[in-house]
């Protein structure tokens, strides 16, 4: 069965130091990751997706098949960078399309002064 | 362009009693999807509508969740009877139709609080 492993509950770090957000997962089939972010008092919002390797807000990831990881990194933090951060696995419906996310268990990021 | 609406925002409830959630998805999004976080867990899968039709409701917990979207637009996620375990937050996310793994766009979620 699929699984997304987040190690981390709560991940602390001084503002300009860098950021490693850990993501494991589990899945026979070819991997689609994201990650979403839930800023305080807001909705998740999807942060990035590993198919369009793109950086948003400083934060990159890069999918890594053979460790089956899918960390999300950014070389300095930023205060507003605080939030709770999950990374999802995406599993195709084969009935009618679309597709249901399994979700880690979130890291939460506190930047500090 | 309004985004993914929920209602309401917070329910508290006695144990046995009934509570209906609702969910306005994105206008135009065919894929509504409702999911749970219930304390100290992960955000789970509940079940995924295309239109009004059910595609996948794996992850349902048991036959006192009912779901429901008629005319292909709001759906309602009814508990009947509620249990304490059924505590958590539950989330509604949508998005468009098509054959590429698309963005959901979620909810801000209700909180059920189940005394």
């Known amino acids: 069965a699929q699984r997304v492993t987040q190690p981390e509950k709560l991940l602390s770090v001084f503002k300009g130091a860098p950021v490693e957000l850990k993501c494991n997962y589990s899945?026979?089939?070819?991997?689609?990751l994201f990650w979403y972010v839930q800023y305080s008092r807001q909705r998740l919002q999807l942060l990035l997706r590993?198919?369009s390797r793109e950086s948003i807000k400083g934060f990159t990831a890069d999918l890594n098949k053979g460790e089956t990881s899918f960390h999300l990194k950014k070389p300095f933090a930023q205060e507003e960078d605080s939030a709770m951060y999950y990374c999802?696995?995406?599993?195709?419906?084969?009935?009618?399309?679309?597709?249901?996310?399994?979700f880690g268990t979130g890291t939460q990021l506190k930047v500090e002064l | 362009e309004a985004g993914v609406t929920q209602f309401p925002s917070h329910s508290v409830i006695e144990k046995g009693q009934t509570v209906t959630l609702r969910c306005d998805p994105i206008?135009?999004?065919?894929?509504l999807y409702w999911y749970r976080r219930v304390m100290g867990k992960e955000i789970k899968f509940l079940l995924h509508?295309?239109?009004?039709?059910?595609?996948?409701e794996s992850g349902m917990p048991n036959n006192r969740f009912l779901a429901e979207r008629t005319g292909g637009t709001y759906s309602t996620l009814k508990v009947q009877p509620a249990e304490l375990e059924d505590s958590g937050v539950y989330f509604c996310?949508?998005?468009?139709?098509?054959?590429?793994?698309?963005?959901?766009?979620f909810g801000p979620g209700t909180r059920l609080t189940v005394t």
């Open positions: 509508f295309v239109k009004e039709s059910k595609q996948d």
């Open positions: 999802a696995l995406s599993i195709p419906i084969l009935t009618g399309g679309g597709n249901k996310l399994t």
């Open positions: 899945y026979s089939g070819s991997p689609e």
């Open positions: 206008s135009g999004h065919d894929n």
């Open positions: 996310a949508s998005s468009p139709l098509g054959g590429m793994v698309y963005e959901q766009y």
């Open positions: 590993h198919i």
